[in-house]
């Protein structure tokens, strides 16, 4: 699921800072001298940050919006460049603050509910991302943040309502497009969440992620030579002992035990630390030998060897110690 970062809309542009200066100018609370030295001191901090100095642009914004409390835009810049520094509260303070001085602006209700989200305050979130939409129904960045963030409050009927909305708005989005996927299968909709996942890879073919995704997609739908298919291309651009183990996962469920296996020792040498193959590796032996009917002893053996190997990286591992009890002793009718 993805939190699309917020960007600082108002600092690049020279008719977005015209725009700002002109949004100051309309502040009259206050006399005109120290709202003109303010919008000076504000401008200077707009320069510094163009400058790639943050630090200085945030003790210039601050010394505007002392000069001049109502400065919306400063209250706004000095909100982007805290989120820069990932300093998510103090952030959120000045974003409410944009909201009580122009509450009518949905970036401002966007603002808010990103950090919100990003500070787990996720109902707050989706209040905020609600009032932006409500204020700009085409606001794409709040519906794909408000799908995520009913994807992690569990809520996966709206999930995919929101999610769904933000692809339909811009469907070159790949990340929208994965939460709709990842929302999907949340309510089991695999057919539907693998159509989400291949529009995804059209566009952005390149993300191992989004490959495996779909593998383990097509391996809930029982379509194991397809998941397979998929991780062998994974395994051939990023060879790794994870993505080795979930190839021989596709092929000890196409019952390719033998293959399985071999892909289960490459990932325990591609990392020997990697006990899930050591698992895996068991328990094809195991199946192999429950299968000779116990004349293959070998292969009894060589399965307690790996789940022994496996308890000792990670022993708090009761289903492997069970198995192991199990297995202790030659194929009896206890084991059919």
């Known amino acids: 699921m993805n939190i699309s970062s917020c960007r600082l809309l108002v600092l690049v542009a020279g008719s977005t800072l015209c725009l700002g200066v002109a949004l100051l100018c309309g502040c009259a609370h206050?006399?005109?001298?120290?709202?003109t030295v303010a919008i000076d001191t504000?401008?200077?901090g707009v320069m510094a940050y163009k400058a790639g100095n943050n630090d200085q642009a945030i003790s210039d914004l601050q010394l505007a919006l002392r000069q001049h409390s109502d400065l919306i835009m400063a209250h706004s810049m000095l909100g982007d460049l805290y989120q820069l520094k990932r300093n998510y509260n103090d952030a959120l303070a000045q974003y409410e603050i944009t909201i009580r001085l122009d509450p009518y602006s949905y970036k401002n209700h966007y603002d808010e509910g990103?950090?919100?989200q990003l500070l787990g305050k996720l109902k707050e979130a989706v209040a905020a991302y609600l009032r932006a939409l409500e204020l700009n129904p085409q606001d794409f960045l709040s519906a794909e943040n408000l799908g995520a963030a009913y994807l992690q409050l569990d809520d996966y009927d709206n999930a995919i309502k929101y999610c769904r909305m933000a692809t339909e708005m811009n469907d070159k989005s790949a990340a929208a497009w994965s939460n709709l996927a990842v929302a999907l299968e949340a309510k089991s909709q695999w057919k539907d969440a693998e159509a989400a996942w291949r529009h995804c890879l059209e566009l952005n073919g390149s993300s191992v992620e989004v490959s495996v995704a779909l593998a383990k997609n097509l391996k809930h739908q029982q379509r194991y030579?397809?998941?397979?298919?998929?991780?062998?291309?994974?395994v051939r651009v990023s060879d790794t002992a994870s993505h080795r183990k979930l190839l021989g996962d596709a092929l000890f469920l196409e019952k390719k035990y033998d293959d399985a296996l071999d892909e289960y020792t490459r990932a325990v040498k591609l990392d020997p630390a990697y006990f899930p193959a050591m698992n895996e590796s068991g328990w094809v032996l195991i199946t192999q030998y429950n299968q000779s009917l116990g004349l293959e002893e070998k292969k009894r053996l060589a399965a307690l060897d790996a789940w022994q190997a496996s308890l000792l990286i990670n022993p708090n591992q009761p289903q492997v110690r069970q198995l192991m009890k199990t297995y202790a002793e030659k194929f009896s009718d206890d084991n059919k």
């Not at 206050?30 to 709202?35: D, F």
């Open 114 to 116: 990103l950090m919100d």
């Open 225 to 234: 030579s397809e998941a397979r298919a998929v991780l062998s291309e994974v």
């Open 30 to 35: 206050q006399p005109v001298v120290g709202r």
């Open 42 to 44: 504000y401008v200077n």
